[in-house]
């Protein structure tokens, strides 16, 4: 059994920071790649940013300059810092991993969502 873990969000104001970590937990061989996805009410869910087990990174274009994804491979975690938040930032965010259990193949797991608000 495979977990993610989210933790982070919650509200900022216009221009805020915050940061997102994700850590799976469980009988895990190995992890792929690891990202973040999000979903606002109304819209369909959409990628934020991905990052693979060698650190190569891909961002939407609604968040480069102003997201960092970053990961620990030692604590099979993904972390996502946000920067300079705008109100249109605003969804659920959903962690993301590609992870082979042990004894399994490589299946797509997600996290329970955390809630990130952006709001004066």
């Known amino acids: 059994q495979v977990q993610l873990v989210e933790s982070g969000g919650g509200l900022v104001q216009p221009g805020g920071s915050l940061r997102l970590s994700c850590a799976a937990s469980?009988?895990?061989?190995?992890?792929?790649?690891m990202g973040w996805y999000r979903q606002a009410p109304g819209k369909q869910r959409e990628l934020v940013a991905t990052?693979?087990?060698?650190?190569?990174?891909n961002y939407a274009d609604s968040v480069k300059g102003r997201f960092t994804i970053s990961r620990d491979n030692a604590k099979n975690a993904v972390y996502l810092q946000m920067n300079s938040l705008k109100p249109e930032d605003t969804a659920v965010y959903y962690c993301?991993?590609?992870?082979?259990?042990?004894?399994?193949?490589?299946?797509?797991?997600w996290g329970q969502g955390t809630q990130v608000t952006v709001s004066s």
């Open positions: 993301y991993a590609a992870v082979r259990p042990r004894g399994g193949a490589f299946g797509s797991y």
């Open positions: 469980g009988s895990i061989f190995s992890i792929n790649a």
């Open positions: 990052i693979t087990s060698g650190g190569s990174t």
